[in-house]
């Protein structure tokens, strides 16, 4: 197998699990916002919410 084609896999490998990366966080913060809207519920004036959990880590 020719290095060119090696380096190819390689970075197809790491987009793919770049992009897992991306979908379990999008999910973590849809989880998130889900609980506190639910967690509020029936208040008016439901508690806010940082928009970007984790963003500090």
Same mark, same amino acid.
């Given at each position: 197998m020719s290095a060119e084609k090696i380096e190819k896999g390689? +970075? +197809?490998?790491? *987009?793919?699990?770049?992009?897992?990366g991306r979908q379990k966080d999008q999910e973590s913060r849809e989880?998130?916002?889900d609980k506190t809207i639910?967690? *509020?519920?029936p208040a008016s004036d !439901? !508690? *806010?919410t940082d928009p970007n959990p984790g963003g500090d880590e």
């Open positions: 390689r +970075s +197809s490998a790491e *987009s793919g699990a770049g992009k897992q989880h998130h916002l639910e967690d *509020s519920f !439901p !508690p *806010s």
